[in-house]
């Protein structure tokens, strides 16, 4: 049963593609965009998780009006976001050119230049993937970036070869820590998102909107190690359909005798980098995500599950 369940689900997402696919984009996007629409009003679960999200976020400083038009926005914004990754699948680097401005990359190029390599900071801000092949075939950055499995391998392998199709090299989540150390001694670029609670992967808690949130540790910890400067950075969706990829200044991970205490700064240092982005157009965030899921009670042993990283 559950086979069959994924093989619907596989074959209706191929025929979305194959439909998106054909549109001129204006049209996908448009068709996108009432999809989001129709979704916000439908998923009453997950529409609830984003105002409560927008409001442990920004608490008194918003009203529930302006709390409720974001949410409902974050729809929409995901799925024009999605429409253009399946249109990218028929674009080459002339296109993401064509298509995409830059603020502030004379941080990343400075950061770049070091030659201790690079972390990317992100989160699902925006369009993340687009950013990622940019990066890879116009701005021709060697470039890794850390995606998580989907469920169903036929989808994965879908992500997965339009994201080399744009040159850049994709690395599971459950890559050994070794294999990340590489990218960064080799001066490579090394994409992150770090924006999700996931049970899957060792953190530390670290405030996030003032609010304790369960933060992947795996990035700052290998960082740590190379002295890799964290650029962070989002590519967002402009009014014209246009976009923007913005890029704050650079920050080194501290690196002092006490191992966790560094971590959990840099930890810091990239939410609040996160947050900075998020700020700058907080409709384009997926505040669907339950982003404070963990409590600090229940946080793993950091130790343990980060033990083949520290040892190093």
């Known amino acids: 049963m559950k086979n069959l369940k994924n093989d619907i689900i596989y074959y209706l997402i191929k025929a979305l593609i194959y439909l998106f696919e054909s549109l001129p984009r204006s049209i996908a996007l448009k068709l996108a965009g ?54 990218s699948r028929k674009w080459n680097p002339d296109d993401l050119q064509s298509l995409i401005d830059t603020e502030g990359m004379e941080c990343f190029d ?75 001694n080799d001066g490579r670029m090394l994409g992150v998102l770090l924006d999700l609670d996931s049970d899957k992967v060792a953190g530390y808690f670290a405030p996030f909107f003032g609010i304790p949130a369960n933060t992947a540790a795996g990035p700052v910890v290998i960082g740590r190690k ?16 246009r976009y923007m990829i913005k890029v704050l200044p650079s920050f080194d991970i501290p690196s002092s005798d006490n191992k966790d205490m560094d971590i959990l700064e840099g930890l810091t240092l990239c939410n609040r980098s996160l947050e900075e982005l998020i700020d700058h157009d907080p409709t384009q965030w997926m505040w669907i995500h339950d982003r404070w899921k963990r409590k600090p009670k229940t946080s793993p042993d950091v130790k343990d599950s980060l033990e083949e990283v520290l040892s190093q």
């Open 34 to 87: 009432s999809i989001g629409e129709a979704a916000a009003l439908l998923d009453l679960s997950e529409r609830r998780l984003a105002e409560n999200n927008l409001k442990r976020a920004y608490k008194d400083n918003w009203s529930d009006l302006k709390v409720k038009l974001v949410a409902r926005e974050c729809f929409s914004m995901i799925a024009r976001n999605t429409s253009d990754v399946i249109q």
């Open 226 to 241: 190379t002295g890799s400067p964290v650029v962070p950075m989002a590519m967002f969706r402009k009014a014209d359909d």
């Open 110 to 184: 400075e950061a770049f230049d070091r030659g201790k390599g690079v972390i990317g900071l992100t989160g699902h801000i925006g369009n993340f993937e687009l950013m990622a092949a940019w990066f890879a075939s116009v701005k021709k950055i060697p470039l890794s970036v850390v995606g998580r499995k989907l469920y169903d391998h036929r989808l994965d392998s879908l992500i997965v070869e339009n994201r080399e199709r744009f040159g850049l090299e994709n690395l599971p989540s459950d890559v050994s820590a070794k294999r990340i150390l590489s990218v960064l």
